[in-house]
């Protein structure tokens, strides 16, 4: 082993190959553990194997925390005997292909107090209130918004306005579209008030077949589908999921299909063409606010200019690529008042307008605050991807180890290094990653193994990562809470 791995190649394959065992025995670690005693969520399956002694039931279980794609075949003494009783309620349902009508609006009777709903629970005086808001205009066939301070209910007065639905025979399928930091809750409170079968629609490719196998129909005695009938109640989903997914999705009958995808057309899938309007809105902003240096202000304005013949251009005009941008709001002490900004004039800027793009003023307020840093990081990535990167791009996106591109290392201005392993080969992986990942991910930077920092220094604690992670995850979730 040690003389193959002399070989250049060899080496390189090998330490891919441990680096990559070290990342999946992380993923394993972070993943929630099952156990057989409260882990089971649901079970979707049972076959019965029949041996010369001896006969063994199976079960097909969606373990809690866990996606669908993981779902495993467990013996039935392993599972709890509730989940089993669940799963023969739901299949022993008779499916119902009769469809029933809306009542007429003159069959609206107010409720003057709340049922008795699952586990006990009932609704306070303004959840029946809203119920009953709600109840009202649908039976008089009229679009409303339920809208409330946080924490009153108004998830709970959703679900159970569907379950008076489902009280008047009318059993679906019911969707719930929500943001995808909402969804836990949603479910978790649908099983909490109610008997509705919910199923979350979510996850991978491998994770929706899955959900299509054994949750969405019922099959015959032959295995076929029954058209027209389903064995969920309610399924809960996100926009993104229903533009990606529709193909599954636009076969059951919503009775609101149209309109749902009709008003959420600004939820649609972002063109290269939205995307560059987008951050010219953003950087246009930027330069309305920022006070610095005038190269920068100049370099930023040529790089959003869109070319005459609306092809990409690589710029020439590097100046003030070498002067610090200066930080924060106010400046130094003393110093005169800034002019009120100016806002450049130009006629491409009246497609991306930031005035008109960018309507969250809290969203403005914080880009305002942090105008200086996004010019500067602009900056430093056009030159990191023009000049130091360059056609090795390609190959690192796809995966490439750091050690075999051919990338010009910049000599350091002094001979401090962060640790007394760092060389020249981690100025390399450190350059590639922010390329690769984004400014300040040095989590992700050191867990990637085609990178010389997971073979050095380890993996990097799983709390860390999955923070990292998550405030990504809450970046791009920002406009749906």
Same mark, same amino acid.
């Given at each position: 082993?040690?003389?193959?791995?002399?070989?250049?190649r060899?080496?390189?394959? #090998?330490k891919?190959?441990?680096?990559?065992?070290?990342?999946?025995?992380?993923?394993?670690e972070?993943?929630?553990?099952?156990?057989?005693?409260?882990?089971?969520?649901?079970?979707?399956?049972?076959?019965?194997?029949? @041996?010369?002694?001896?006969?063994?039931?199976?079960?097909?279980?969606?373990?809690?925390?866990?996606?669908?794609?993981?779902?495993?075949?467990?013996?039935?003494?392993?599972?709890?005997?509730?989940?089993?009783?669940?799963?023969?309620?739901?299949?022993?349902?008779?499916?119902?292909?009769?469809?029933?009508?809306?009542?007429?609006?003159?069959?609206?009777?107010?409720?003057?107090?709340?049922? +008795?709903y699952?586990?006990?629970?009932?609704?306070?005086?303004? !959840?029946?209130?809203?119920?009953?808001?709600?109840?009202?205009?649908?039976?008089?066939?009229?679009?409303?918004?339920?809208?409330?301070?946080? @924490?009153?209910?108004?998830?709970?007065?959703?679900?159970?306005?569907?379950?008076?639905?489902?009280?008047?025979?009318?059993? @679906?399928?019911?969707l719930?579209?929500?943001?995808?930091?909402?969804?836990?809750?949603?479910?978790?409170?649908?099983?909490?008030?109610?008997?509705?079968?919910?199923?979350?629609?979510?996850?991978?490719?491998?994770?929706?077949?899955?959900?299509?196998?054994?949750?969405?129909?019922?099959?015959?005695?032959?295995?076929?589908?029954?058209? @027209?009938?389903?064995?969920?109640?309610?399924?809960?989903?996100?926009f993104?999921?229903?533009?990606?997914?529709?193909?599954?999705?636009?076969?059951?009958?919503?009775?609101?299909?149209?309109?749902?995808?009709?008003?959420?057309?600004?939820k649609?899938?972002?063109?290269?063409?939205? #995307?560059?309007?987008?951050?010219?809105?953003?950087?246009?902003?930027?330069?309305?606010?920022?006070?610095?240096?005038?190269?920068?202000?100049?370099?930023?304005?040529?790089?959003?200019?869109?070319?005459?013949?609306?092809?990409?251009?690589?710029?020439?005009?590097?100046?003030?690529?070498?002067?610090?941008?200066?930080?924060?709001?106010?400046?130094?002490?003393?110093?005169? !008042?800034?002019?009120?900004?100016?806002?450049?004039?130009?006629?491409?800027?009246?497609?991306?307008?930031?005035?008109?793009?960018?309507?969250?003023?809290?969203?403005?307020?914080?880009?305002?605050?942090?105008?200086?840093?996004?010019?500067?990081?602009?900056?430093?990535?056009?030159?990191?991807? !023009?000049?130091?990167?360059?056609?090795?791009?390609?190959?690192?996106?796809?995966?490439?180890?750091?050690?075999?591109?051919?990338?010009?290392i910049?000599?350091?201005?002094?001979?401090? #290094?962060p640790?007394?392993?760092?060389?020249?080969?981690?100025?390399?992986?450190?350059?590639?990653?922010?390329?690769?990942?984004?400014? +300040?991910?040095?989590?992700?930077?050191?867990?990637?193994?085609?990178?010389?920092?997971?073979?050095r220094?380890?993996?990097?604690?799983?709390?860390?990562?999955?923070?990292?992670?998550?405030?990504?995850?809450?970046?791009?979730?920002?406009? +749906?809470?």
């Amino acid at each position: 082993m040690e003389e193959l791995e002399k070989d250049k190649r060899i080496h390189q394959k #090998v330490k891919r190959f441990k680096a990559k065992q070290q990342l999946n025995t992380f993923i394993t670690e972070v993943r929630p553990k099952r156990c057989t005693t409260n882990q089971t969520f649901r079970c979707m399956e049972v076959t019965t194997h029949k @041996g010369q002694t001896l006969t063994v039931t199976l079960y097909l279980v969606k373990w809690c925390s866990l996606p669908y794609e993981d779902s495993t075949w467990e013996l039935k003494a392993d599972i709890d005997q509730s989940k089993i009783d669940e799963f023969e309620r739901i299949g022993a349902r008779t499916p119902n292909t009769k469809r029933v009508d809306r009542p007429p609006a003159a069959d609206w009777k107010k409720l003057e107090g709340s049922r +008795e709903y699952r586990n006990g629970n009932a609704l306070r005086e303004y !959840q029946l209130e809203g119920l009953n808001w709600l109840t009202f205009n649908w039976y008089n066939s009229r679009n409303c918004i339920l809208a409330d301070e946080m @924490g009153l209910g108004k998830t709970i007065q959703s679900i159970t306005f569907l379950y008076e639905i489902y009280m008047k025979s009318i059993e @679906g399928p019911f969707l719930v579209i929500a943001p995808l930091s909402t969804i836990p809750n949603w479910e978790r409170e649908f099983r909490t008030w109610t008997e509705l079968n919910v199923v979350v629609y979510h996850g991978s490719q491998a994770s929706r077949k899955t959900i299509q196998a054994y949750e969405m129909y019922y099959r015959d005695a032959q295995g076929k589908i029954i058209k @027209g009938v389903y064995r969920f109640h309610a399924v809960i989903t996100t926009f993104e999921m229903i533009l990606a997914d529709c193909p599954e999705l636009r076969s059951i009958p919503w009775g609101r299909w149209s309109d749902i995808l009709a008003h959420g057309r600004f939820k649609r899938p972002l063109k290269e063409s939205d #995307v560059e309007t987008i951050c010219r809105a953003l950087l246009a902003y930027c330069l309305l606010h920022y006070r610095g240096d005038e190269n920068i202000k100049s370099f930023i304005w040529d790089l959003i200019t869109p070319s005459e013949d609306g092809t990409t251009r690589t710029l020439t005009n590097h100046s003030g690529l070498s002067t610090p941008v200066p930080r924060g709001r106010k400046g130094k002490k003393g110093k005169p !008042q800034a002019p009120p900004p100016q806002t450049p004039r130009a006629d491409w800027l009246a497609s991306c307008n930031p005035d008109h793009l960018l309507q969250e003023d809290s969203y403005k307020r914080h880009l305002k605050h942090h105008c200086n840093k996004v010019l500067l990081r602009v900056r430093m990535l056009y030159y990191l991807r !023009q000049e130091v990167i360059g056609d090795q791009a390609e190959r690192i996106l796809e995966g490439a180890d750091s050690s075999v591109l051919d990338i010009w290392i910049p000599q350091p201005f002094h001979a401090e #290094v962060p640790a007394d392993w760092w060389d020249s080969e981690a100025d390399k992986s450190l350059l590639i990653g922010v390329f690769k990942h984004g400014y +300040e991910k040095y989590n992700s930077m050191r867990a990637d193994p085609a990178l010389c920092f997971l073979e050095r220094v380890g993996m990097p604690d799983a709390k860390a990562i999955a923070a990292e992670q998550r405030g990504s995850d809450m970046m791009a979730d920002g406009a +749906e809470g």
